[in-house]
């Protein structure tokens, strides 16, 4: 039995000071922190529409937002006309650190130019998370259109009897909640295949 819990790697540039204030001050998902940046100064640090498309999802949190578009990729007519409907400033700039202080707490963003943004958290959104699926291809597991693993709903097991999957893996959700409880229940039926008790679809 092979339970596949590989996950997704997302996509956040080696910014000075970033990796340690991930989670603390820098988020990736509106719907897990949106709330931390509750009126407070944000910076969105991404690229092209992603990025600005992160900046107006903040909204319905904090109205104190600034867009650096660090990759400098195209942000479409659209997005550009929400962005300046809803006064969120764009700087078309790379993010060359990440000011902290003692507790890693973030302070602020310092651009290539030198010019200093004070902010008291960010949110990043760069495309090109990597989906870790790798080793399922490798043992022939079916996978969707996006190239997720695809699982029976109840049990977790793959196309291919004896292979179990979830997390981020299977599905888009990202929440350490949902991994946990795909790793629960398919454990249940793992037990039962074990003791060689008939699956649903067997
Ligand atoms: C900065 C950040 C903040 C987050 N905040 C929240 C939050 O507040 N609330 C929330 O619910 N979720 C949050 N998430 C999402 C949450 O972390 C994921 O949804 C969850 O960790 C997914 O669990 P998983 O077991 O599917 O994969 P992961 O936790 O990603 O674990 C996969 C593991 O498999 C390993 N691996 C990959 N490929 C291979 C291989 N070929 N061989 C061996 N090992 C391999 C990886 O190295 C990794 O250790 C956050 C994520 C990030 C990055």
Not at 48 to 58: R, V
Not at 131 to 154: C, S, W, Y
């Amino acid at each position: 039995m092979i339970f596949l819990g590989t996950g997704i790697t997302d996509n956040i540039p080696p910014i000075k000071n970033i990796y340690s204030t991930l989670g603390t001050s820098t988020y990736i998902c509106p719907d897990c922190d949106g709330y931390e940046i509750t009126d407070k100064q944000t910076v969105v640090l991404g690229g092209g529409n992603a990025g600005a498309g992160m900046a107006l999802t903040l909204l319905y949190w904090s109205k104190d937002i600034i867009y650096v578009n660090h990759l400098k990729s195209k942000i479409d007519d659209e997005y550009r006309e929400k962005l300046k409907a809803n006064h969120i400033p764009v700087i078309e700039e790379e993010v060359c650190e990440v000011h902290v202080d003692a507790q890693q707490q973030l302070t602020g963003i310092q651009l290539g130019s030198g010019k200093i943004i004070k902010a008291e958290k960010a949110f990043t959104a760069f495309k090109g998370n990597k989906l870790n699926n790798d080793l399922a291809l490798q043992l022939g597991v079916q996978v969707n259109e996006n190239n997720h693993v695809v699982i029976h709903p109840r049990t977790k097991e793959t196309n291919i009897k004896g292979v179990w999957a979830g997390g981020d893996l299977v599905a888009h959700s990202e929440q350490v909640t949902i991994s946990m409880g795909d790793g629960t229940q398919a454990a249940i039926w793992i037990h039962k295949r074990l003791l060689g008790q008939p699956l649903p679809y067997d």
